[in-house]
């Protein structure tokens, strides 16, 4: 049996269990058991966290770039001693099978390592023919983190933060506390007191954090509603909001497609990470003639999961993360239109939600969810009108066997990033940037852009003469 952290957070360097009741209890998404209350920061220390921050911004962008770096490597050292034990307790809380938050969880150290090589390259200047040009950071930073991996996203924003020589304000889902913790209980003990702090809550925490001006830049990865909330916030003082949203996610199937391979594509993506991540398959757009023998091929692959404990290696896919998450998901699946066929095998008690395709309806909007529509084209044209129908644009992905010919289409693909013929988490290059276009969000991350987010660039120089 996992034993799971209170709920607690860190503020000016020291540790107090929450007390603020959010009002309902966590759960175990194998059993749908209650796990634990769910519980925030109280508003005294989400003040003291917020004037820690401000105290000790000026010391930590004064502090040098190679300082910074050594602190975040010796961080990376240190969460790589316990990544095993953060994403056993991210499998617990969130559903996802342990196999993936596994890979997943080399960004929990691997986030600080590459943040600090960078810094150690020069990213921090870039000065033109004896004229300086300094990027300086912000000053405090809040990084408000979804439940769906949220201590790979929380030490990649972290990273990048700190690495600018921003004081971090870290908030994570309510939903999924638990990881996380352990992760501020390393930064803590390597970090001077005020630099990293972790505070508990719900979307109020979030809101009253955003809203303060001594909060320099927010870096929001979430739902588009709480996108907006934060882009309000930011709006009326014109500090910089980086938002990553929702997708509606096309994958668009060519007439040469292998069937296998469209399958093998469409069921990864559909239910990699219980289909609750932003980049999952949203609407698959298949040749018309084709459609009948697609849905097939990908119903026997969705059916083929072995479904169960989340914690258990051989799981292939697990729970949602919430009862309350799986009746969202339901209900947004009868309200679709159209047909929708699941498929699988599901354990009798759970939050269990067999994957789903949709025939005879197109989606609108993001279920966040193991669902899909399937929609049938009859020309390239179209198809890629298709892909381009909704007003999100996360993620795009193409699968066809004359690669050329799938590249054109992917040019045409309006989304941040267009894969062909691939469908992991990954990206498709780790220093190549995470763009987001239209209700997806704004502004770049990247190994390189988040950093780079956290700062505004100063220029200094000499005129001469021409």
Same mark, same amino acid.
């Given at each position: 049996?996992?034993?799971?952290?209170?709920?607690?957070?860190?503020?000016?360097?020291?540790?107090?269990?929450?007390?603020?009741?959010?009002?309902?209890?966590? @759960?175990?998404?194998?059993?749908?058991?209650?796990?634990?209350?769910?519980?925030?920061?109280?508003?005294?220390?989400?003040?003291?966290?917020?004037?820690?921050?401000?105290r000790?911004?000026?010391?930590?962008?004064?502090?040098?770039a190679?300082?910074?770096?050594?602190?975040?490597?010796?961080? &990376?050292?240190?969460?790589?001693?316990?990544?095993?034990?953060?994403?056993?307790?991210?499998?617990?809380?969130?559903?996802?099978?342990?196999?993936?938050?596994?890979?997943?969880?080399?960004?929990?150290?691997?986030?600080?390592?590459?943040?600090?090589?960078?810094?150690?390259?020069?990213?921090?200047?870039?000065?033109?023919?004896?004229?300086? *040009?300094?990027?300086?950071?912000?000053?405090?930073?809040?990084?408000?983190?979804?439940?769906?991996?949220?201590?790979?996203?929380?030490?990649?924003?972290? /990273?990048?933060?700190?690495?600018?020589?921003?004081?971090?304000v870290?908030?994570?889902?309510?939903? $999924?506390?638990?990881?996380?913790?352990?992760?501020?209980?390393?930064?803590?003990?390597?970090?001077?007191?005020?630099?990293?702090?972790?505070?508990?809550?719900?979307?109020?925490?979030?809101?009253?954090?955003?809203?303060? =001006?001594?909060?320099?830049?927010?870096?929001?990865?979430?739902?588009?509603?709480?996108?907006?909330?934060?882009?309000?916030?930011? $709006?009326?003082? #014109?500090? =910089?909001?980086?938002?990553?949203?929702?997708?509606? %996610?096309?994958?668009?199937?060519?007439?040469? $497609?292998?069937?296998? /391979?469209?399958?093998?594509?469409?069921a990864?993506?559909?239910?990699?990470?219980?289909?609750?991540?932003?980049?999952?398959?949203?609407?698959?757009?298949?040749?018309r003639?084709?459609?009948?023998?697609?849905?097939a091929?990908?119903g026997?692959?969705?059916? $083929?999961?072995?479904?169960?404990?989340?914690?258990?290696? +051989?799981?292939?896919?697990?729970p #949602?993360?919430?009862?309350?998450?799986?009746?969202?998901?339901?209900?947004?699946? @009868?309200?679709?239109?159209?047909?929708?066929?699941?498929?699988?095998?599901?354990?009798?008690?759970? %939050?269990?939600?067999?994957?789903?395709?949709i025939?005879?309806?197109?989606?609108?909007? @993001?279920?966040?969810?193991?669902?899909?529509?399937?929609?049938?084209?009859?020309?390239?044209? +179209?198809? *890629?009108?298709?892909?381009?129908?909704? =007003?999100?644009?996360?993620?795009?992905?193409?699968?066809?066997?004359?690669?050329?010919?799938?590249?054109?289409?992917?040019?045409?693909?309006?989304?941040g990033?267009?894969?062909?013929?691939? &469908?992991?988490?990954?990206?498709?290059?780790?220093?190549?940037?995470?763009?987001?276009?239209?209700? &997806?969000?704004?502004?770049?991350?990247?190994?390189? +852009?988040?950093?780079?987010?956290?700062?505004?660039?100063?220029?200094?120089?000499?005129?001469?003469?021409?």
């Amino acid at each position: 049996m996992i034993e799971l952290p209170e709920t607690a957070d860190l503020v000016d360097g020291r540790w107090a269990r929450c007390t603020e009741d959010l009002g309902f209890d966590l @759960e175990n998404p194998a059993t749908g058991e209650p796990a634990a209350r769910a519980l925030g920061s109280s508003g005294a220390r989400a003040e003291a966290a917020l004037a820690a921050a401000d105290r000790v911004a000026a010391a930590w962008a004064g502090t040098p770039a190679e300082r910074r770096a050594d602190l975040l490597d010796a961080a &990376s050292a240190a969460l790589r001693d316990r990544t095993g034990e953060i994403t056993a307790l991210e499998s617990f809380a969130t559903g996802v099978p342990i196999r993936q938050t596994t890979g997943l969880g080399l960004i929990v150290h691997g986030a600080f390592a590459l943040a600090a090589a960078q810094i150690r390259q020069g990213l921090l200047r870039a000065d033109r023919d004896g004229v300086e *040009v300094h990027h300086l950071p912000w000053g405090p930073a809040l990084c408000l983190v979804p439940w769906n991996a949220p201590a790979p996203m929380a030490a990649h924003k972290a /990273a990048s933060a700190l690495a600018a020589g921003c004081p971090v304000v870290l908030k994570v889902s309510e939903y $999924a506390p638990y990881g996380t913790r352990v992760l501020a209980e390393v930064l803590g003990e390597i970090l001077p007191p005020g630099v990293f702090q972790l505070v508990m809550g719900d979307a109020r925490t979030g809101a009253l954090l955003a809203a303060d =001006p001594r909060i320099r830049a927010v870096s929001f990865t979430g739902g588009l509603a709480g996108g907006r909330a934060v882009a309000a916030a930011c $709006a009326s003082a #014109l500090r =910089p909001a980086q938002l990553e949203l929702g997708g509606n %996610n096309p994958l668009v199937v060519l007439p040469d $497609a292998d069937t296998g /391979a469209a399958a093998a594509s469409a069921a990864e993506l559909l239910t990699s990470l219980n289909g609750q991540w932003c980049r999952a398959l949203g609407r698959l757009i298949v040749p018309r003639p084709r459609l009948p023998e697609l849905v097939a091929a990908v119903g026997e692959r969705l059916a $083929a999961l072995r479904a169960g404990d989340p914690l258990d290696p +051989e799981t292939e896919y697990g729970p #949602l993360v919430h009862s309350a998450h799986l009746r969202r998901v339901r209900d947004a699946t @009868e309200n679709a239109g159209g047909q929708a066929i699941s498929y699988g095998d599901m354990p009798g008690k759970g %939050n269990y939600l067999a994957p789903a395709l949709i025939t005879g309806a197109d989606l609108a909007d @993001e279920i966040f969810g193991p669902v899909a529509a399937v929609v049938p084209y009859d020309t390239e044209e +179209e198809a *890629v009108a298709l892909a381009n129908a909704t =007003p999100y644009g996360l993620e795009g992905y193409v699968v066809g066997a004359d690669e050329e010919r799938a590249l054109d289409v992917a040019r045409r693909v309006r989304a941040g990033e267009v894969k062909v013929n691939g &469908s992991s988490v990954l990206s498709l290059h780790l220093f190549t940037p995470r763009p987001a276009w239209g209700l &997806s969000g704004l502004v770049d991350e990247g190994t390189a +852009e988040t950093i780079r987010f956290f700062t505004g660039t100063r220029v200094v120089g000499v005129e001469r003469a021409p």
